[in-house]
T-cell receptor
Framework: GAVVSQHPSRVICKSGTSVKIECRSLDFQATTMFWYRQFPKQSLMLMAT?????????EQGVEKDKFLINHASLTLSTLTVTSAHPEDSSFYIC???????????????FGPGTRLLVL | DAKTTQPPSMDCAEGRAANLPCNHS???????VYWYRQIHSQGPQYIIHGLKNNETNEMASLIITEDRKSSTLILPHATLRDTAVYYCIISNFGNEKLTFGTGTRLTIIP
């Protein structure tokens, strides 16, 4: 089946530094990838939609200058948390849409997540 | 996207069938029913999806009522590894966004 990887799996950083998280589709091409954030005991919240070769679309309330998204190829999207603060500590999850799956690409596959802790 | 209602938690004995209900009374004709699950501290895992016909795969069965206002995910022989939060999501085909609700926390009891 389709596999999505994320790197790193967990990261600890100091307040004020920037952290980059990579999301890769390993065996399929994804023109669209999605970034979610999940706080403890809460559901996943969509942050932004990442489109290959174009600017990302951010959900309401998500600061685009703080959460920089780059989708430079059909298999890689990156999320950079700039000037991270303790309140940015969360579980960040990406997903990728397989355009060729199921005869129409109606399924999304999720990465294993990246746990970010900002001290 | 249509809103869904799921019970917050359920228990099921190991080896029995787990039946997880989902209400989606405002679903429209071109919206699909998707099921994902999330095991603790992992990314969500796709289980199954359907439009109006019942569906079955190696993981589960999806039963959609004739009026499409509700559905049931069936795990035929639950194991301890099926303990997870199960999300029922309604989404348009071609609408790429998946909106996660609070889901059902399923606990499989030995």
């Amino acid at each position: 089946g389709a596999v999505v990887s994320q790197h790193p799996s967990r990261v600890i950083c100091k307040s004020g530094t920037s952290v980059k998280i990579e999301c890769r589709s390993l065996d399929f091409q994804a023109t669209t990838m999605f970034w979610y954030r999940q706080f403890p005991k809460q559901s996943l919240m969509l942050m932004a939609t990442s489109n290959e070769g174009s600017k990302a679309t951010y959900e309401q309330g998500v600061e685009k200058d703080k959460f920089l998204i780059n989708h430079a190829s059909l298999t890689l999207s990156t999320l950079t948390v700039t000037s991270a603060h303790p309140e940015d500590s969360s579980f960040y999850i990406c997903s990728a849409r397989d355009l060729l799956a199921g005869g129409g690409g109606e399924t999304q596959y999720f990465g294993p997540g990246t746990r970010l802790l900002v001290l | 996207d249509a809103k869904t209602t799921q019970p917050p938690s359920m228990d099921c004995a190991e080896g029995r069938a787990a039946n997880l209900p989902c209400n989606h009374s405002t679903i429209s004709g071109n919206e699909y029913v998707y099921w994902y699950r999330q095991i603790h501290s992992q990314g969500p895992q796709y289980i199954i999806h359907g439009l109006k016909n019942n569906e079955t795969n190696e993981m589960a069965s999806l039963i959609i009522t004739e009026d499409r206002k509700s559905s049931t995910l069936i795990l035929p022989h639950a194991t301890l590894r099926d303990t997870a939060v199960y999300y029922c999501i309604i989404s348009n085909f071609g609408n790429e966004k998946l909106t996660f609700g609070t889901g059902t926390r399923l606990t499989i009891i030995p």
